[in-house]
Structures are given as structure tokens and as C-alpha cells.
């Protein structure tokens, strides 16, 4: 299945598989590409901000992104113009994160025949149902072609 | 060193090394957490929105955060609270990314009288200067111990 941008409405869902944060991954995300002592040293982070070990937010929002491509069924991918970021809890090792998508405007554009934008806002939520991050996309979406 | 709120003002600047990206980064990047063809796939990238190989959005921002980590010296590390991101531009095999980050606008917080809220702006460019993605985000920042 493939949606155009005239398949799209607003107030359409789509719910992600689970994955499972693990220490081994959140410190090996962090190492990579943000190395500070809370994402990466579970006895320093006691001490932080977070009072233990959390998640960088790039690791929750590429997770994210990983788990969208699994349950957005875009035409030709997701393709994100912008975003923003809300990170609202922090995440721990063991939560199961599911990413769950939700159109919420759609815009033509005038000067573009061939695609649309659809905004859509992505709710990462723990395993308890909270939500630890929330995303609000432009994507830019194509139209079927005629 | 290391910079508490009372130390920041608005305009100052901090200019990170650069970083190259390269096709197997980029491609091992999106196959973890972006797997589209536009960013795994050299060949089938060239039929897509990208016209080539492209760099997840997300894998530039994950590095524009190491760059970050490295060149921001906030007393107790780099803690965001939400971003704003716009990709610019496509992030090709051979660009050498930098991150500039600027101080816009300090906030103190009344109800913390510990700690207040940076916004700062980091543009990360290609190597011929150009932007590929401008990041706005609010940074929680401690006060300086008395």
C-alpha cells in the first residue's frame, strides 16, 4: 500500500511496532554522536540532570524515524522538510518505545502541481503510554499521478 | 572551560572542526535508523526526490550534535529541551560538515532560580559554506554556584 497526498485525511493514524531502549544501544548511540556522561556512564548519570541514565534525544527521534518508515506507508518515502522536537520525559534503558503518526493538516502547494504537504505529529510514547517525545513534521507528500 | 547562563550573551559564537561524511556512513546510518532507498541505495537514490544519494536528515542532525559536544563547553553538558530543525539542503558523499552555534536570546527562568534557558541557533554547512540544516533550540543552562 502507497498513500498519495489525496489519500490522505486528517485525523489518519498509523501505530508502530514496539523496540526495546537498551543500555548497550543508548550508550552505543551516544558514544557515536553525543558522548556526555549522562547517555553514556550509567554511575555518572546519578549525579546529572537526569538522576540516571537517559537517552540521547537523537537516538529517541532517529528511533523514531526508523519506526516510521516501518508504519507510514508514504508514496516514493517519508521525506521531512522540517521539524520540531519536543522532548518531554526522559528515556530510560528497557522502555519500549512506539511511534504513533497522526495527519493533522494537509496544504497544497500552488507552485508545486506534482506534491502536497501534509503535516503530521509523531507522539513517541513509552511503555507505560507516555509520551516521551513529540514531533510535529512538514512532509512534503506526492500526488497520484494522473 | 565551562560556561554557566550568567557567561552567555546574546551573539556569541562557537565554530566546530569540521567532519566529512562518507557514502559508507551515510548508508550505515539510514540501514540502523532511515533505511531508504534515497539514503542506503547509490543507484536507485539517483530516480528519487534526492536525484543521488542524500544523507538522512536525522544522521545530520546526530552529528551536528557531536560537533556541538565538542565545541559548546556548557557547565554540566548540553541539555535541550526542544528544537526547531530545517533541512536546507541535501547532505552529499564527500561534504565536510560544520556546525556554527550562536546564542540568540537568554531567558531566566522564575521558577528555577538555578538554572535558565539559552536559545541558541547552530546553521550546519557544507564545505563551500552553504547551510543544509539550521537548528533552533532551547538549551537548559545552570547559573553559576554563589
Redesign the interface.
Known sequence: MSLYFEDLTPGLRFTSRAVRMSVEGIIG?AR???????HTDPEAAVE??FGGLAA???HT???T??LM?ESVPIA????????????TRPVRPGDELVAVSEVMELKPLRSKPDRGMAVVRIETRDGAGEAVQVITCKM?VPRRPV
Chains 1, 2 share one sequence.
Do not use: N
Open positions: 548511540f557515536d554522536y553525543d558522548p556526555q556522561p549522562f546529572s540532570f540521547s534525544g537523537w527521534a532517529a528511533t524515524m526508523r518508515v516514493g518515502g517519508l521525506i521531512g522538510a522540517g521539524v520540531e522536537i519536543a522532548w512534503v
